[in-house]
């Protein structure tokens, strides 16, 4: 069946580091893929996504680029700040809203 | 602005009793998904429901939890009797079910302790 392998957390950056968060789906087919962020005492809110290889998603200075011929999607932000801290979840979906979700990656931004 | 609703926002119960969470989906939404998420087991998909029709329920405990959506306003997630281990927060999806777009609308989570 389809899966998302995202790098477990959590992940401790400085304010203005560089954010790398990895991952790799498996899927039949060409799904679409997505990153979620989930803050502190909140739901899940999607952050972007790109439905087709080699497209590129962004929002909020966040950036992930669908990569088919590694079954990549990998989460880039440039400079982090504290008010980044929350989880991030990867996910894809090829039919309708039927999402498949990676574990989650908790990310900590210190001052 | 459109937002899924969900009640109660916290719940604090005795192993036993029935517990009952109410979602409201975004306005013309026809998808809904029931999600519980654990710090041992993340996000789990318990339900899942298109035009009202329940399509998974796979993920849900058969035995003690059940899920309906008696109209397009409104969707439910009951617990009877609830357990310790059922403590979670349950969340509340709504999806435009159009191609592939994907996107879901959480709601804010109903947190669940079982004594």
């Known amino acids: 069946g389809d899966s998302v392998t995202q790098m477990e957390g959590p992940v401790t950056l400085s304010e203005e580091a560089f954010l790398t968060i990895n991952c790799t789906y498996t899927?039949?087919?060409?799904?679409?893929l997505f990153w979620y962020v989930q803050y502190p005492g909140e739901g899940l809110q999607l952050l972007l996504k790109?439905?087709?290889?080699?497209d590129k998603g962004s929002n909020k200075g966040f950036e992930a680029t669908y990569r088919k011929e590694t079954t990549s999607f990998h989460l880039e932000k440039g400079s982090v700040q504290v008010s980044d801290s929350a989880v991030y979840f990867c996910?894809?979906?090829?039919?309708?809203?039927?999402?498949?979700f990676g574990g989650g990656t908790r990310l900590m931004v210190k001052p | 602005d459109a937002r899924v609703t969900q009640t109660p926002r916290d719940k604090v119960t005795e192993m036993g009793q029935e517990v009952t969470m109410r979602c409201q989906p975004i306005?013309?939404?026809?998808?809904v998904f029931w999600y519980r998420q654990t710090m041992k087991q993340g996000l789990e998909l318990l339900a899942y429901?298109?035009?009202?029709?329940?399509?998974?329920d796979s993920g849900m405990p058969k035995d003690r939890f059940s899920a309906e959506m008696p109209d397009a306003t409104l969707a439910t997630l009951k617990i009877q009797p609830s357990e310790p281990r059922d403590s979670a927060v349950y969340f509340c999806?709504?999806?435009?079910?159009?191609?592939?777009?994907?996107?879901?609308?959480f709601g804010e989570g109903s947190r669940l302790t079982v004594l």
């Open positions: 999806a709504s999806g435009s079910g159009q191609g592939d777009s994907g996107e879901l609308f």
């Open positions: 899927a039949t087919g060409y799904p679409s």
């Open positions: 790109a439905t087709k290889a080699d």
């Open positions: 996910a894809l979906s090829k039919a309708g809203n039927m999402l498949t």
């Open positions: 306005l013309g939404h026809n998808t």
């Open positions: 429901f298109r035009n009202r029709a329940p399509l998974d």
